[in-house]
């Protein structure tokens, strides 16, 4: 069974740019997550999503950061005019009912 | 608020020594706390060590344990005997059940030494 997949592994920004992650959950698997974790701390949910709908997104700045999961399966995080403090790997995990939280690899963002 | 607190590392142990983590919660919106440890082996991404949803309750895992004290609001990672293969990233994490996220400790890292 293919895992939680994530891309790009790596981006180098300079502030003020955008960006896309992109997350492939586990086939099947209806609750997903994204998470932020800076250097040296765990990992800090941003939003999570139930099928396409937002179950919470308190702890995403709304002002540069959006996620979006339209059909329910695949999931796109976007930050707009990135910030040296949003240097971090941004994690996705998804789960189902019965299952245990799988995460990906992450996604490493360093912005200079 | 809901938090996590576990031993600062990094922590280093010499193989086939013993080893503990120490993790103490506050769950003061969550009525029944479910408690995990994750682990990030090198290259790899975050994986479930070992839960367990009901205070008073051991879960094992590869030669780990914990045991859920509600008393001391703890969720001590202990090991007898650790191997190099340990070496990792230990995270303690709690959640309110299935399908809803959880709340990280910042991670103790262990390097296992021969």
């Known amino acids: 069974e293919a895992g939680v997949t994530q891309s790009p592994r790596y981006a180098v920004l300079q502030e003020g740019q955008a960006v896309s992650f992109w997350c492939d959950p586990i086939?099947?698997?209806?609750?997903l997550y994204w998470y932020q974790q800076p250097r040296d701390q765990g990992p800090q949910l941003l939003v999570y999503?139930?099928?396409?709908?937002?179950?919470?997104n308190s702890q995403l700045p709304s002002d540069r950061f959006s996620a979006v999961r339209p059909k329910g399966t695949n999931s796109t995080l976007k930050i707009q005019s990135a910030k040296q403090g949003d240097t971090a790997t941004y994690l996705c995990?998804?789960?189902?009912?019965?299952?245990?939280?799988?995460f990906g690899k992450g996604t490493r963002l360093t912005v200079v | 608020g809901d938090s996590v607190t576990q031993t600062e590392g990094p922590v280093t142990v010499s193989e086939s020594e013993s080893l503990i983590i120490n993790c103490t919660y506050s769950?003061?919106?969550?009525?029944?706390?479910?408690l995990f440890w994750y682990v990030r082996y090198p290259g790899e991404g975050l994986q479930l060590l070992l839960k367990?949803?009901?205070?008073?309750q051991k879960g094992s895992s590869r030669g780990f344990e914990a045991t859920y004290n509600k008393e001391t609001t703890s969720f001590h990672l202990q090991k007898a005997s650790v191997q190099e293969s340990d070496s990792a990233v230990y995270y303690c994490?709690?959640?309110?059940?299935?399908?809803?996220?959880?709340?990280f400790g910042t991670g103790t890292k262990l390097q296992v030494v021969p």
């Open positions: 995990a998804s789960s189902s009912a019965n299952t245990e939280v799988f």
């Open positions: 086939s099947g698997h209806d609750t």
């Open positions: 999503f139930r099928d396409e709908a937002v179950i919470d």
């Open positions: 769950a003061t919106s969550i009525a029944y706390p479910n």
């Open positions: 367990v949803i009901t205070a008073g």
């Open positions: 994490a709690l959640g309110e059940g299935s399908g809803t996220y959880q709340r």
